[in-house]
Nanobody
Framework: QVQLVESGGGLVQAGDSLRLSCAAS????????LAWFRQAPGKEREFAAG????????YYADSVKGRFTISRDNAKNTVYLQMNTLKPEDTAVYFC?????????????????WGQGTQVTASS
């Protein structure tokens, strides 16, 4: 069983950058497909970015493609989300999620392990 703790959120101006981190403990990190989801007030949780177990494959929602980059460091048990050119519509709580599988999915129901979330606010 893995525990996930996000950090790096904050309040920035539109156009700025932030890097989120998610540190994992309690499991074999390399066995997990990882993803970042986000949830804005009054909206459903949505997929933002994902990465395969070895890091060779990455996946992005159309809304963040070209601006966000997901990466992982299996030696440090950490996954990152580099967010550039932030827009007000990126404002949300960002969650790190993990699933012990070789198969990637964008469905939130496919992930068993979740962090507590970190707030990202991009003001116009």
């Amino acid at each position: 069983q893995v525990q996930l703790v996000e950090s790096g959120g904050g309040l920035v101006q539109a156009g700025d950058s932030l890097r989120l981190s998610c540190a994992a403990s309690g499991g074999t990190f390399g066995r997990y497909v990882l993803a970042w989801f986000r949830q804005a007030p009054g909206k459903e949780r949505e997929f933002a970015a994902g990465i395969s177990r070895g890091g060779e494959n990455t996946y992005y929602a159309d809304s963040v493609k070209g601006r966000f980059t997901i990466s992982r460091d299996n030696a440090k048990n950490t996954v990152y989300l580099q967010m550039n050119t932030l827009k007000p519509e990126d404002t949300a709580v960002y969650f790190c999620a993990a699933r012990e599988s070789v198969v990637f999915t964008t469905r939130s129901s496919g992930y068993v392990y979740w962090g507590q979330g970190t707030q990202v606010t991009a003001s116009s």
